[in-house]
């Protein structure tokens, strides 16, 4: 595969997201405390007093912009090494060239939180970690190399050795991360050439069952077509009725091992989703009037004339993946709903703005509590539905469970036995 043209320039990670909002916080929270021990005891200098809480402030802003933006991830943790990278710039040439008393300690500290930006510099960007880094380590140099050629008279000779182990461990850090990225990218290069291999073989398969099923399904086609008495008929129906549960299990087969691939395409598109459930339950309406149940939608009303529309009529992502997911539900709980009604709701994330939160309840036999815990689970199928003769390849929520996933979303039941379930799941209206 050729490698991207500007593959050097930095770019945030999408899967460190999450991780990005939780650590920002933290580690603004820890300099402020440092910033306030340290303090009183007068073991921070002039560029401290300014840096340390313009690094907390300049974090505390990346963390909100994350959260409301998603897609400013890259600039905003471009803002916080530059200011993170000039402090620590200022820290050294101030205990190079402006020393003060503590000015040993000053620098040996901060030579020891070096190596954190550069973790955080290739924790958090997918490209240019290492420009990131060796750009900062290119600014130690100048300034080291500078004090060493013209050291002062009264240096003491611990200083000149804290210079020399700056200069060359410096590099090492470096050095092993970009190792550990790069075999992290042949692993996972590796784990994609597996992936389709199985591909392969999987679609080789299906072609050659699904030649031999068309035909079956063709043959019972023109059976039925003839009039046949009650045993003969029960019998085509139920040849039918099994060509397409197989054929069925091999969509659902694929379409999991599809979910598996790292290089799963998520468009960037923008879609109606109240339009989109809207569509979804009345195709699976039908159905459901057969089994007579009553499938009910709980849309959002349209925004009063002069006022501009919300936000999920013009959602950004993927609308062909966000369908899947909801007929995937929709599927399990016409599936396991013998009788009642079937809610579907679309409303706003009441924890998180720009989030959608839908749900589809049920009032079937619900789940037991010990079993929710893996009803996400490829391949899983309950007790009861086993008991019940329903069939089922034990993919569909596993399926909608991944693709939620890969949509940045999130998703959970909620179930009492006797009373039914409700699948929710939460999806960000701007997909990064």
């Known amino acids: 595969m050729k490698p991207p043209r500007h593959d050097w ?7 460190q997201h999450p991780l ?3 650590a920002l916080p933290m580690v603004a929270l820890s300099v402020l405390t440092l910033w306030l021990l340290e303090m009183p005891h007068q073991l921070i200098g002039r560029w401290d007093l300014i840096g340390m809480p313009l690094a907390s402030a300049v974090m505390l802003l990346a963390a909100w912009a994350l959260y409301r933006r998603p897609a400013w991830s890259t600039p905003a943790m471009l803002c916080v090494m530059a200011v993170t990278g ?11 060239f402006a020393p003060s008393s503590n ?3 000053s620098l040996l500290s901060t030579a020891q939180f070096m190596p954190l930006f550069y973790l955080a510099a290739f924790a958090g ?3 240019g970690a290492p420009l990131l880094c060796w750009l900062q380590y290119g600014g130690l140099v100048v300034q080291l190399v500078a004090s060493l050629a013209y050291p002062r008279l009264d240096e003491p000779n611990l200083l000149m050795q804290a210079k020399a ?4 461990a410096q590099p090492t850090f470096i050095l092993v991360l970009t190792f550990m990225v790069r075999l992290r990218r042949e692993l996972a290069e590796r784990d994609r050439e597996h992936h389709q291999g199985k591909e392969r073989l999987l679609a ?8 031999p099923l068309q035909t079956m399904l063709s043959s019972v086609g023109l059976l039925s077509a003839r009039p046949l008495d009650a045993s003969a008929t029960r019998a085509v129906q139920r040849l039918e009725a099994v060509a397409v549960q197989l054929d069925r299990h091999l969509r659902d087969l694929l379409a999991f091992n599809q979910l598996d691939n790292p290089d799963l395409p998520i468009e960037h598109r923008s879609y109606d989703l109240p339009a989109l459930v809207r569509s979804s339950g009345e195709q699976h309406l039908p159905q459901a009037r057969q089994q007579g149940l009553e499938l009910l939608l709980q849309l959002p009303a349209e925004a009063p004339e002069g006022q501009p529309p919300h936000p999920w009529h013009h959602a950004q992502g993927d609308p062909d993946r966000v369908r899947q997911v909801l007929d995937n539900l929709l599927v399990n709980a016409l599936k396991y709903t013998p009788h009642g009604r079937i809610t579907v709701t679309l409303q706003p994330d009441p924890s998180r703005t720009s989030w959608a939160c839908l749900s589809v309840r049920d009032t079937g036999p619900g789940i037991d509590a010990d079993e929710q815990a893996r009803i996400f689970q490829p391949f899983v199928r309950l007790p009861e539905a086993r008991q019940g003769g329903r069939e089922g390849s034990g993919l569909g929520l596993a399926i909608a469970a991944r693709l939620t996933d890969r949509l940045g979303g999130e998703i959970h039941v909620d179930s009492v036995p006797g009373q039914g379930s409700c699948f929710t799941v939460n999806l960000p209206l701007n997909l990064p």
Not at 86 to 96: S, T
Not at 204 to 211: D, K, N, T, W, Y
């Open 9 to 15: 320039l930095p770019s945030v990670d999408p899967l």
């Open 20 to 22: 990005l909002l939780k």
């Open 86 to 96: 000039l402090y620590l710039q200022g820290v050294v040439f101030l205990n190079l």
């Open 103 to 105: 000015h040993l300690y």
């Open 125 to 127: 960007f997918q490209r």
């Open 165 to 168: 182990g700056i200069l060359l």
């Open 204 to 211: 080789m398969l299906s072609h050659e069952i699904r030649g």
